[in-house]
């Protein structure tokens, strides 16, 4: 055995070998679906070759998120040639493909949209696979397959320009879909809706549709739904259709609804951020540059300004998702390459700065030791410092058209999907 592969041995090792405290990261939004982990001893620098455990190429492109749980990578690809979308275990220690199941179409637009955007579910006994083109597949951790369907199917065709390209929530047990669509070149029936659904069998416990006022494509939005825990129990937060709305989790049942954020009526305000929350404050930003507000918890009904702890008129993220730590929240807006830190509670600014790539950020942010992980659709990485001022700490770039996956912390690495590729980056 020749020492580079001895190194390479070692590094396998020290990657396996991860910390008791090393987390998980079961769905797109992380282990507490706020885009933070408690993960540590992450590496802050690295590039294509330094402090690369492995590398590999997946069958196809998507902007879904590596999930990983223990030694398993679950990640979805669509291969557009042959126009199939699968599902896919890797190896966590060393990127081997474990297997490989055929799950749905494939669709491909301007936006670079695909049907592999959606983020598999993990709760380490199940894995869950959802196909932009409506195909939602269960299996154990082996591959095998527990239960099928299509959405589609059951529910009618989705009604959205750029396609469906939301991940489905998986909270206590029950998988929650968002469907908040509706054509608007021409009249149809088509309604937006929320399911939740059995986690275990696949069949729809409730089905509920939410009423919208909004216009066009403001009808549409590509977020996922959020659970909160508030005053008043268990609600499940969604963002779209010009409002912020809250459900109960048995029914479906709308509880409060927002004040509408959009003040000009434009409707072309599709919508992309989740909703997440911080110390019973939940945040939305409206998109393309409009406001964003923290609605206090504990509200019933309609809810007007009063019903807001703030309201900031600049930085609101057109794409990415806030994500949360310490009592603050961590706002990309990545159309402007502008990042703030705001307290949660107040909505102060605690810091601004601008971020200096060539091409925007649709990518969520990623929280983990201390750090910020940010990448650009070119696949420029930007780390930046947990603190009190605005600090970039590294810049690298992993090359790529079209990285729209969240950068995943978990089990002592980061997991960084540019295009067809996806990285393993560790300290050696």
């Not at 936006?111 to 269960?138: C, H, R, Y």
């Not at 930007?382 to 995943?408: A, Y």
């Amino acid at each position: 055995m020749n020492k580079r592969h001895v190194a390479y041995c070692v590094s396998i090792l020290l990657l396996v070998s991860a910390p008791l405290s090393a987390e998980n990261w079961p769905q797109w939004r992380g282990p507490t679906l706020n885009g933070a982990t408690s993960e540590t001893n992450l590496p802050t620098k690295w590039s294509t070759t330094e402090n690369v455990v492995w590398k590999v190429n997946l069958p196809g492109i998507g902007g879904s998120s590596p999930i990983v749980w223990e030694d398993k990578i679950f990640i979805t690809a669509q291969d557009t040639k042959a126009e199939k979308t699968y599902a896919v275990c890797l190896n966590r220690k060393d990127g081997t493909e474990l297997w490989r199941h055929h799950i749905g179409g494939s669709y491909s637009n301007r936006q670079g949209n695909s049907a592999a955007s959606g983020s598999p579910i993990t709760d380490g006994k199940s894995v869950w696979f959802f196909a932009g083109t409506g195909e939602l597949v269960s299996y154990d951790m082996d591959g095998k397959e527990l239960w099928k369907r299509s959405i589609t199917d059951d529910h009618g065709k989705f009604e959205i320009l750029w396609k469906y390209g939301a991940s489905p929530m998986l909270y206590k047990g029950r998988l929650y879909l968002a469907v908040l669509h509706g054509e608007f070149k021409k009249k149809t029936d088509a309604k937006c809706y929320i399911l939740c659904i059995d986690a275990k069998t696949g069949k729809d416990i409730w089905k509920h549709f939410r009423y919208t006022e909004a216009k066009a494509e403001s009808k549409q939005a590509y977020t996922t739904p959020y659970p909160f825990e508030g005053p008043d129990g268990l609600r499940i937060i969604i963002v779209g259709g010009d409002r912020t709305t809250a459900h109960d989790p048995e029914t479906g049942k709308e509880t409060w609804r927002s004040m509408n954020y959009n003040y000009k009526d434009n409707k072309w305000y599709r919508i992309v951020p989740s909703a997440v929350a911080c110390k019973g404050v939940i945040f939305t930003g409206a998109p393309k540059g409009g406001p964003m507000f923290g609605i206090k918890s504990g509200k019933k009904g309609k809810l007007t300004k009063a019903d807001n702890a703030w309201l900031d008129k600049k930085d609101s993220p057109d794409v990415c998702t806030p994500a949360v730590h310490n009592g603050r929240f961590y706002i990309l807006d990545g159309r402007k390459k502008k990042f703030v830190c705001k307290d949660a509670v107040t909505g102060r600014n605690i810091w601004r700065g601008s971020i200096d790539t060539k091409k925007v950020f649709q990518a969520s942010p990623t929280i983990a030791d201390g750090k910020i992980y940010c990448i650009s659709l070119g696949g420029e990485v930007v780390v930046l410092e947990v603190g009190d001022e605005f600090k970039v700490l590294h810049r690298t770039n992993m090359g790529g058209k079209d990285s729209k996956s969240t950068i995943v912390a978990a089990q002592g690495a980061l997991f960084i999907r540019v295009d067809a590729k996806l990285y393993c980056i560790a300290k050696k």
